[in-house]
């Protein structure tokens, strides 16, 4: 199989997304599963989209966390940390200004509480991303 076709399935599994996925959806069934959740306003994109997206954005940053790896004379564990904590960043960005999670699915009420996601979701992407995927990586990719 093509080393960044592996790398598009190694990030898009099960174990790599798991965490992120449990998190959300147990917020998501705390908060009483708020239906009319949209992207922005748009009704066609609904929160359900969630757990079939964020493994398909997964696996396209591990695709990145590999190219980088192999264009770069860098630490491979700190090439997946920083790539993660630019998506955490990303996604707090997206949750928090298209989906408005930290109000509606975490209960953060206050502005402070809400930026808070800012912080939060690079730290823990960056560590998904270093001890997981690119755990997953060391073990199932071939060397380049």
């Not at 757990?51 to 954005?57: D, E």
């Not at 408005?100 to 809400?114: I, L, N, Y």
Request: aromatic share 16%; with cysteine.
């Amino acid at each position: 199989m093509n080393r960044l076709l592996l790398a598009f399935v190694v990030g898009s599994s099960v174990v790599s997304t798991a965490a992120s996925e449990w998190y959300m959806g147990r917020s998501y069934d705390r908060a009483g599963c708020p239906c009319d959740l949209t992207f922005f306003g748009n009704p066609d994109l609904k929160f359900w989209l969630y757990p079939i997206v964020v493994p398909v954005l997964f696996g396209l940053a591990n695709v990145g966390v590999v190219l980088l790896q192999d264009s770069l004379d860098v630490d491979p564990w700190l090439i997946a940390a920083f790539v993660g904590a630019v998506f955490g960043f990303l996604l707090s960005l997206v949750g928090r200004f298209g989906f408005d999670f930290p109000r509606r699915v975490f209960g953060f009420e206050t502005e402070r509480a809400q930026a808070s996601v800012h912080w939060m979701a690079p730290v823990a992407y960056a560590l998904i991303f270093a001890v997981v995927v690119q755990g997953l990586n060391r073990l199932l990719l071939p060397k380049k």
